[in-house]
Every structure is written in structure tokens, then in C-alpha cells.
């Protein structure tokens, strides 16, 4: 029978107590609970925080009267209705072409990163980068400019949604979360390889791929 | 997180589409208190909260004819209410705007409307001083009952980002509730 310890249970106590782990896991888990007050405790505590979050009223009602600043708002605006079309109608299969090749794209960056990652293990380990702070703070600074560009262009795409199908919207979300992915993990690397130059670099080009993305994407034309 | 349209909002709904802003309206009463409450806990700030509700609201008039109807109004009305919210952080990016700003904090200004007692007022105060990832994973997890794959597409983060974000909101939870 598969046996957990202190680490691995508190590793997965988030999965027991919604219930998402499989059966020998969860029966493994219990099994640990058992034998373990301290680890007890915290799934209990867990499970307490859990009861009292699902009190809590979905629903609250504002203090102030904000109708009267919406319809103001509506009213200024006046927007004209209809035009709309429904999905499918225009440029479908263009658009998604579209996506798709955005697709190809930022898996690049996911390939690109990880072989980046396998070859430059090696060098890294021995052969020190010159002037490695400056570098650092270059790429830093660059990295929070892309960084900036990237929410800006991401707030804009959101602004988009309703524009575009649901399909296309999957596919660009999907790539956007792969290249997240890929940025968090250059990330985490670079909490103990700050200097290392090849990281730094992954990282600003996983941001311009994922800036490219977004442009692409905050230029489709609109679906619906 | 999905349901069917109640009759009556399809009615309201063709109706409001169509320009009647009573009608539209009638939605909002309807739907006010899940907004706000999904805005204010969200960003744990309640000027703030108020001006997102009124912009998801605007929002939606707008979008309106997109609405097909293969969800319940309210369905649609707080998935668009997310991306208002999310829009507005990613917007606010690092400089942290207005967010928990000193004075501002909802829980304490002991409203009549929204009176809260023992641990569901610690809840209350502990959840709106969260990180923001952590907040918002939890918030949507948690509070408003969605799975870590939904989350991910809506916040654009990678799911086991969410369930990072999770497990680190109800530790700061756990810890915040017993001092």
C-alpha cells in the first residue's frame, strides 16, 4: 500500500480536502491523517477555513446608489444597436488560420526554452558571464518594460473578448498560459541563476513572443 | 459555473437589447448584489469595487448583443464582471492602485447593510488583505465555486499556477485566522 510522509501529505492536502485526489492517494493521505496529529491538524484547520469561506454571502449589496452613474453612463453613450453578426459568418476560417499560427508561435517559445535550458546547463556551471550584474540589470530593466507592454496589450485584448468566438479566444488564452508557463519557470530559475545571461535572454524573448501574440490577437478582426 | 436563462431574464434581456434601458435596469437589480460582491472581493477595496460594478455594468449594456443566451444572464453577467476586474489589475499592473489602501478596507466601516460577526469578519478582512494572485485565485475558487482550469483561462495563468496560488492563499488564511 502506497505510504505518504509529513511532506508528501501536506504537498497534496489542498487536493484531499477538495477531494480531487485519486483513490490510493486519498486512501494513502488518510492513512498519514491517522498516525499524525500535526498533519491532522492542518487538514482540519483546512477544512474549517473551507466551512466558514462557503458561509460567507455570495451576494452583498453596495452602500451607495450606483444605478443612476451606469445609466448616465448608458445614456451618454447611446450605443446603436445592431450590426452585430453571429459567429461563423465572417472570415471564420481565416481567423482561425490566424490563431493557429499564433499557436505555432509561442509553442516556439516553450521548444526554444527548454533547449535553451538543456544546452546552456553545462556553460553555466562553468564558465562565469562577464560583468554578470550589469547584465542583470539590463535585462531586469528590459524585462519589466516588456512586462508593462504585455499587461497593457493584455488589457486591450480583453477589452476584445466579446469580439471575437469563443474557438479563437481558447486558442489565443490557451498559448498565452503556455508562454506564462514558461516566463514563471524562467522565473523560478533565475531566483538562483539571477545572472545568468541565457535565462535572462529566454526570459525577454518569451515576453516579446508572448507581446507578439497579443498584437496579433488585439488586431484580429471581429467574430461576432 | 454555468445555468440555464431564467424565462422572465430572456425577456428582460431581448428587451434590453432592443434599447429599454427600464428593462435593463430590472437586470441590474436582479444581478447588483453578485457583482459587487465578486468586485469587492476581488480587490478588497470598496470606492473601487463600486466604480468596477459600474463599469461591468456599462460594459454589459454594451456587449449586450453579443449575449446569445446559451447561458443564464447572470452566468454571462459574472464572467464578464471577471474580465472587468482582471482587466483593471492587469491595467493597474505593479503600481498597485488604490487597492487595500489604508481607509479603505470594506469590512471595517461598520455598515448596517453588510454587518459581519466573529470569524466571518476575520474571513472578510484576512481574504482582502491576500496578495492579489493568491486573492483572486481564492476568491474564485473558493468563494465563487471554480476549478483551477477555468481559472486558468480566465486569468491567463497556467493551472498549476492557480493551484500554487490556492494552496498559499488558505495557508496565509490559516495563519491570519489563528493569531
Known amino acids: 500500500m502506497k505510504k505518504f510522509n509529513c511532506e508528501q501529505l501536506l504537498s497534496k492536502l489542498d487536493e484531499l480536502v477538495d477531494g480531487t485526489l485519486d483513490d490510493t492517494e486519498a486512501t494513502a493521505a488518510r492513512s498519514h491523517l491517522e498516525s499524525c496529529p500535526s498533519c491532522r491538524s492542518e487538514f482540519e484547520s483546512t477544512q474549517e477555513l473551507l466551512t466558514a469561506t462557503r458561509s460567507l454571502p455570495r451576494s452583498i449589496e453596495p452602500e451607495h446608489e450606483l444605478w443612476s452613474g451606469i445609466a448616465e453612463n448608458i445614456k451618454r453613450q447611446r450605443v446603436v444597436r445592431g450590426g452585430f453578426n453571429r459567429p461563423g459568418t465572417i472570415g471564420s476560417r481565416n481567423l482561425w488560420m490566424a490563431a493557429a499560427a499564433a499557436a505555432l508561435l509561442v509553442v516556439s517559445v516553450t521548444i526554444a526554452y527548454m533547449a535553451g535550458l538543456e544546452q546552456g546547463r553545462p556553460r553555466i556551471a562553468q564558465s562565469p558571464q562577464p560583468h554578470p550584474s550589469y547584465m542583470q540589470a539590463a535585462y531586469g530593466d528590459l524585462a519589466t518594460e516588456l512586462e508593462t ?66 498584437q496579433r490577437a488585439t488586431r484580429l478582426p471581429a467574430e461576432v | 459555473m454555468t445555468g440555464r436563462p431564467a424565462p422572465d431574464s430572456i425577456g428582460l434581456v431581448d428587451r434590453a437589447i432592443s434599447g429599454d434601458v427600464e428593462a435593463f435596469e430590472e437586470l441590474y437589480r436582479e444581478s447588483v448584489g453578485r457583482v459587487y460582491g465578486l468586485c469587492l472581493r476581488m480587490c478588497g477595496n470598496q470606492s473601487l469595487a463600486e466604480e468596477l460594478t459600474q463599469e461591468a455594468f456599462v460594459r454589459a449594456w454594451q456587449k449586450l448583443p453579443s449575449f446569445r443566451g446559451d447561458s443564464a444572464f447572470s452566468t454571462w453577467m459574472h464572467r464578464l464582471t471577471i474580465n472587468v476586474v482582471l482587466g483593471h489589475q492587469r491595467s493597474a499592473g505593479r503600481r498597485q492602485v488604490r487597492e487595500n489602501a489604508a481607509g479603505e478596507e470594506w469590512y471595517s466601516d461598520g455598515g448596517t447593510t453588510r454587518e459581519r460577526h466573529g470569524i466571518a469578519l476575520d474571513l472578510e478582512r484576512a481574504i482582502a488583505r491576500l496578495p492579489k494572485r493568491a486573492r483572486t485565485v481564492f476568491v474564485l475558487h473558493d468563494v465563487e465555486g471554480y476549478k483551477h482550469s477555468e481559472i486558468s483561462r480566465v486569468a491567463g495563468m497556467a493551472v498549476g499556477t492557480s493551484k500554487a496560488q490556492l494552496s498559499r492563499a488558505r495557508h496565509l488564511l490559516r495563519k491570519a485566522l489563528a493569531s
Not at chain 1, 166 to 184: H, K
Open chain 1, 149 to 214: 507592454a504585455r499587461d497593457q496589450l493584455r488589457a486591450s485584448l480583453d477589452q476584445r473578448q466579446d469580439d471575437l468566438s469563443p474557438e479563437t479566444w481558447s486558442v489565443v488564452m490557451d498559448n498565452l498560459v503556455v508562454i506564462d508557463d514558461a516566463i514563471e519557470r524562467i522565473e523560478i530559475a533565475l531566483v538562483d541563476n539571477p545572472n545568468d545571461g541565457r535565462l535572462n535572454r529566454q526570459l525577454t524573448v518569451a515576453y516579446r513572443r508572448q507581446i507578439d501574440l497579443l
